[in-house]
Each structure stands twice: as structure tokens, then as C-alpha cells.
T-cell receptor, first 116, second 110 residues
Framework: GAGVSQSPSNKVTEKGKDVELRCDPISGHTALYWYRQRLGQGLEFLIYFQGNSAPDKSGLPSDRFSAERTGESVSTLTIQRTQQEDSAVYLC??????????????FGPGTRLTVL | AQSVTQPDIHITVSEGASLELRCNYSYGATPYLFWYVQSPGQGLQLLLKYFSGDTLVQGIKGFEAEFKRSQSSFNLRKPSVHWSDAAEYFCAVDGNKLVFGAGTILRVKS
């Protein structure tokens, strides 16, 4: 079956513009995660959605970052008034059950964001 | 607090040599433990995971990892490295939160 997909694969934007990144999880997966990976660094947790529960937004670095998820399907990560330090690869992952259950996460290929 | 440490940022091994990547975690109980691999330009892929029971876990691509409770470690091993194993490797801990280590970049020299 299809894996996790993300779009766009690459995004170049100017400082101060808003960007929207999309993630299509694997069908039936209740959990969805967003991570940021800066060049040469590890994964930085951003936000976690689990079914209809309130999302865990504890990793969002500022109020310029927000994310939504429609039910158990598509998620959108929005960055407002982008800054150069937002340049990174943004990774989305989904899993069948969620955190604390030993779930395997299935990662998308990522969106490479470059802020000029 | 839950944390994961991968002490080695970079490791270089010769093709055919054995490999061990270190991972130490901090958590109040026994968590679920994972190793993921990220090849250049790719997303992360699961290599193996530990749930419970046998402390030696076999994964894909000839990798294995051993859970040692007394050392709070989950080191990844491979007896003979191939050039295609060059990638970045992430250890992850799933307790009450899911936390990834900073990663270890593996270089393979011929």
C-alpha cells in the first residue's frame, strides 16, 4: 500500500512569507507526528496528533508554527512569517496506535524548506 | 525525564569490519526501544525494535541490537559492514513520550 507522502518535496520562500506543508499519512493510522531536522542535526519533535484527542503541541518552537489534522487523515503544518532559521527538512510520520505503545513510525520523505 | 544519548556523532569503519553504535537512555521503567536508519535524501526507516523478552533483537539488513537493562543501553551491531550501510542512524525511546537521539553518521571506507 501507499506510504506516508509529503508535499511539496522542496519549498523555497522569502523571509516573512507564510508556508504550508502537507502530510498524507498511511490510511488507518491514528497517530501523526511532525518533526524538524536542521542540517546536520537530529530530529526535533514539533507536534503529535492522536485520534480525536487534543494534540501535543509542546514541541512547536514559536507561535508562528501551527498544525491541523482533519480526523485521521491529512495534516497541514503552517509556518507564518518565515525566518531563515526555519530552513530545515520537515518530516512527517504516522503510526497505527500512538506513543507509549511501541508503535513503529512510518516516515515520509520530508519537505525541504529554504527561507531566503 | 526521558532522554536518549548517542555518544558518537560520526563513526568511520572499513567495509567488512564490524560495527557497534551506542545508545543510552534514561527512563524510569523499561521503555520500547528502536533503531531507525536514514539514508541520504531519504526518510527514516525502522531497522529493529525491542518490546520485551529476548534482549537480543534481530532486524533488517543484518543488524541486531542488545538491550542491557543494567546499563540502560541498546547498542546496534553488525558483524560485517557494507558500503551501502553508510547512513545516519537514530536510536529512539518510547516511554510516555517518544524521543529520538541526535543520530550517528556512519561512513564506510573501502
Amino acid at each position: 500500500g501507499a506510504g506516508v507522502s509529503q508535499s511539496p518535496s522542496n519549498k523555497v520562500t522569502e523571509k516573512g512569507k507564510d508556508v504550508e506543508l502537507r502530510c498524507d499519512p498511511i490510511s488507518g493510522h491514528t497517530a501523526l507526528y511532525w518533526y524538524r531536522q536542521r542540517l546536520g542535526q537530529g530530529l526535533e519533535f514539533l507536534i503529535y496528533f492522536q485520534g480525536n484527542s487534543a494534540p501535543d503541541k509542546s514541541g512547536l518552537p514559536s507561535d508562528r508554527f501551527s498544525a491541523e489534522r482533519t480526523g485521521e487523515s491529512v495534516s497541514t503544518l503552517t509556518i507564518q512569517r518565515t525566518q531563515q532559521e526555519d530552513s530545515a527538512v520537515y518530516l512527517c510520520a504516522s503510526s497505527p496506535l500512538g506513543r507509549g505503545r511501541g508503535d513503529t513510525q512510518y516516515f515520509g520523505p520530508g519537505t525541504r524548506l529554504t527561507v531566503l | 525525564a526521558q532522554s536518549v544519548t548517542q555518544p558518537d556523532i560520526h563513526i568511520t569503519v572499513s567495509e567488512g569490519a564490524s560495527l557497534e553504535l551506542r545508545c543510552n537512555y534514561s527512563y524510569g521503567a523499561t521503555p520500547y526501544l528502536f533503531w531507525y536508519v536514514q539514508s541520504p535524501g531519504q526518510g527514516l526507516q525502522l531497522l529493529l525494535k525491542y518490546f520485551s523478552g529476548d534482549t537480543l533483537v534481530q532486524g533488517i539488513k543484518g543488524f541486531e541490537a542488545e538491550f542491557k537493562r543494567s546499563q540502560s543501553s541498546f547498542n546496534l551491531r553488525k558483524p560485517s559492514v557494507h558500503w551501502s550501510d553508510a547512513a545516519e542512524y537514530f536510536c529512539a525511546v518510547d516511554g510516555n513520550k517518544l524521543v529520538f537521539g541526535a543520530g550517528t553518521i556512519l561512513r564506510v571506507k573501502s
